[in-house]
């Protein structure tokens, strides 16, 4: 139960392509519902939101949708990232959002510094979703974050969503609530501990 001194905490989700409707980006808000529904705030920085942003050039003067994607990831006690698994890796759309958080290196909270980051990675084959799930993972490593025990594997060729965001695989569907619900766990434990201390 959240107190009259606390805000819910905020996750953030970063993901999807440039294609509207892309199934990286639907598995992305089915996480971040699944967060939502343990009662934390989600906002989610889709493919249209990432396909806006100029390549990540250090020093230059920050538009508009890179000063909010950063600023979401700042206020962030959890984080969400899905990729799409292009040529056995992270698409150079989610790369280059990634790379943006060095903004944050002079920081009180470097990066992702302790915060809890849910993995997803959707591909046309199982392949490389592994492969974008291990590169991920060594992303936010680098970054000083916490990947959840859990990742998302989706093989895309297999599974179908639906034109209203759901899915109809009942086991996938279950992956990427876990994946929320784990994002969402570690912020919600994180926020009781330090109004504890």
């Known amino acids: 139960m959240m107190t009259a001194t606390m805000t819910r905490p905020l996750v ?14 639907r598995a992305l808000r089915i ?5 939502a529904d343990q009662g934390v705030d989600t906002l989610c920085f889709g493919g249209g939101a990432l396909a806006a942003l100029p390549l990540y050039t250090p020093g230059a003067l920050r538009l508009p949708g890179e000063t ?3 600023d979401a990831v700042r206020r962030a006690s959890g ?9 056995g890796s ?11 958080l060095e903004e944050t290196a002079g ?3 470097v990066y992702l510094s302790d915060v809890p980051v849910g993995l997803v990675a959707t591909a046309y084959g199982w ?8 590169a991920l993972r060594s992303i936010v490593h680098a970054l000083r974050g916490w990947p959840t025990p ?17 899915c109809g695989d009942e086991a996938v569907a279950g992956q990427l609530a876990l994946v929320g619900q784990q994002v969402a766990a570690a912020a919600l434990r994180d926020q009781r501990a330090r109004v504890a201390a």
Not at 12 to 25: K, R
Not at 127 to 134: E, K, L, P
Not at 150 to 166: K, L, P, T, V
Request: proline residues 1%.
């Open 12 to 25: 953030v989700g970063i993901g999807g392509t440039t294609s509207a409707g892309s199934s990286t980006e």
């Open 31 to 35: 996480a971040l519902r699944a967060a």
């Open 68 to 70: 909010a994607l950063v």
């Open 79 to 87: 984080v969400i990232i899905a990729s799409p698994g292009y040529h």
């Open 90 to 100: 992270v698409s150079g759309l989610v790369k280059n959002a990634i790379d943006l």
């Open 107 to 109: 920081d009180v909270r």
């Open 127 to 134: 392949q490389a979703t592994g492969t974008t799930v291990a």
């Open 150 to 166: 859990f990742a998302a594997a989706i093989n895309s060729a297999q599974c179908r969503f639906d034109a209203e965001g759901g």
